[in-house]
């Protein structure tokens, strides 16, 4: 399995709303996707980029299958104009995380 993980630092902040919406259009596009969640920054915590993408794949196909996906290519284009900086951090993992009770 592998965790996707993209921050951005957006140009104008306020498109923050906007940017998320975009990417949770993306939710549940391929199969292998186990995990697609996407945050904006929280006003009086601590933050140095505007917006997150946390995703998990069950292998390395399925995210290059999301990656190549004709709609994810064109929220990538629209988006881009829109970023000032994009991090990204791509690993293995032998398991999905278990959530916190």
Not at 39 to 51: H, M, P, Q, S
Not at 71 to 85: I, P
């Amino acid at each position: 399995m592998l965790r996707h993980i993209v921050m951005w630092k957006l140009k104008d902040a306020a498109d923050a709303p906007r940017f998320k919406a975009q990417l949770d259009s993306c939710q549940r596009l391929v199969p292998g996707m186990l995990t697609f969640e996407v945050a904006i920054r929280t006003a009086g915590l601590e933050a140095n980029c505007d917006v997150v993408l946390y995703s998990v794949f069950d292998s390395r196909e399925a995210l290059a299958t999301y990656q190549n996906h004709p709609h994810h290519q064109q929220v990538s284009q629209l988006l881009g104009a829109l970023r000032e900086t994009r991090s990204v951090l791509d690993y293995e993992i032998q398991s999905t995380p278990k959530e916190n009770s």
